[in-house]
């Protein structure tokens, strides 16, 4: 009878003790703990530059884009000495702007 209350009160201790340090459980560790990326790279187009759908000159033009845009460069490509693309995403608004909105695709450098 003891052992069996033993056993009892050590796996309800268990169960509601455990579940605070698993990650859903409710222990939020510090913001200085989370990865968080800081080489975000970023750049300002200095003139209108036509956004691509692949990093080919032939490539579909998605849009235009206008003096001052602020892009976040994701990654290079590079076709040649001469050559270089870069995947770049435009700064949005997931909650309040149009889900269907343009958002990345590639610029020749």
Known sequence: MINNLLKNFCLITFALIAPITLPAGGIQKSLN?????????????????????????????????????????LRNWKVSESEIWVRVELASNRFLDDPN?????WIKM
């Open 33 to 73: 703990l989370n990865k968080f990326s800081n080489n975000t790279n970023e750049i300002t187009l200095s003139k209108n530059t036509s956004l691509y759908s692949s990093p080919e000159i032939f490539a579909n033009k998605l849009l235009v884009l206008d003096i001052g845009t602020t892009l976040s460069v």
């Open 101 to 105: 909105r343009i958002t990345k695709g």
